[in-house]
């Protein structure tokens, strides 16, 4: 049975209708939120299979592209708990994580969660708090949990940090270190519109009222479900060795000071299986990892000066990294 043969049932009712499939959920929430993005499809797509691999989003890009727009019908397509945090300079740790407040009842100190105990954590321009908060996000987005006066408090589940910025003002911004920068499974650029997308949104004037309008289409219970299926997808040792030598390919890179990570291998394989199942496997072949190894690789590699001054970016290093590495025949 495939991927998208599972069905999400907890109890079978022969009265009841036949419960949705994973491929059929799966479309639910990318249309969804493609009714509010227009014409960035493969983006929204990459969106949704990086929930599903329990990973965390970037969206980095010019303003007015819809960055914001896409992170907040995700969250919006999901029937769970979301918070939005806009990131500013004065923004602090216990902003996110919350704080202890004393109650003079009992004489005791009572922790209240802050918004990072949501399933989805939209955070707006990430770039423009400063690196001590943005640092308290490292523990929370890897180990799904945060620690407060010495006492460590778990995070819900499903649980996703999407987080916005824009690339072109540097003015005011503190940039994300790469260490920040490796717990995102993925990033995405939106760019532009289509001229015929873009007449679709002055047609609906906007994504404020799409927005408005937006209703879950799936519950909390049955993305902890198909993340359950994303992992039992089956990675071959020929795709898994594929998956090691463009690591060792990046690391001997004469246009990278930096190449890939073993995190970086583990979240590639993760972003692998959720592509495979989006698409009705139950195993992967090579074009899942093709498919997801720009958004996924991108951002983890660092560019040497000189290569970057001859227009390398991180983009075209994968690309380079793709065209080295034979592809492995078979399954």
Not at 218 to 240: D, F
């Amino acid at each position: 049975m495939t991927a998208a043969q599972t069905d999400f049932a907890s109890a079978p009712d022969p009265t009841s209708r036949p419960s949705p499939t994973f491929a059929q959920l799966f479309d639910a929430i990318a249309g969804n939120v493609a009714s509010v993005v227009h014409g960035k499809r493969d983006a929204v797509d990459l969106a949704v299979m990086c929930l599903l691999a329990e990973g965390h989003l970037l969206i980095e890009d010019v303003p007015g592209v819809g960055k914001t727009s896409l992170a907040k019908a995700l969250a919006a397509s999901i029937d769970c708990t979301w918070k939005r945090v806009q990131f500013t300079p004065d923004l602090l740790p216990t902003d996110l994580v919350g704080v202890s407040v004393f109650q003079r009842a009992t004489e005791t100190f009572v922790f209240q969660p802050g918004p990072l105990f949501a399933n989805i954590v939209l955070a707006d321009e990430i770039n423009r708090a400063s690196p001590k908060t943005q640092s308290a996000l490292l523990e929370a987005m890897e180990e799904r949990q945060v620690s407060a006066d010495g006492i460590s408090h778990e995070l819900p589940h499903p649980f996703m940090v999407a987080a916005t910025q824009n690339p072109v003002e540097q003015e005011g911004t503190y940039r994300l270190p790469e260490s920040q920068l490796d717990r995102f499974l993925m990033r995405l650029s939106l760019g532009y519109p289509g001229r015929d997308a873009e007449l679709a949104i002055l047609d609906s004037n906007g994504a404020a009222d799409s927005l408005h309008a937006l209703r879950p289409v799936v519950s909390s219970e049955e993305i902890l479900r198909m993340c359950a299926a994303v992992r039992t997808v089956h990675i071959a040792s020929v795709l898994k060795s594929y998956m090691v030598d463009l690591a060792e390919v990046s690391r001997n890179h004469s246009g990278l000071v930096l190449g890939l990570s073993p995190r970086a291998t583990l979240q590639l394989a993760r972003a692998t299986r959720s592509h495979a199942a989006a698409h009705g496997r139950d195993y992967a072949i090579p074009d899942d990892v093709k498919s997801v190894a720009v958004p996924v690789l991108a951002h983890r590699v660092v560019l040497r000066p000189d290569a970057a001054s001859r227009g390398l970016t991180g983009e075209g290093a994968v690309h380079e990294i793709l065209s080295a590495v034979t592809v492995p025949a078979g399954r």
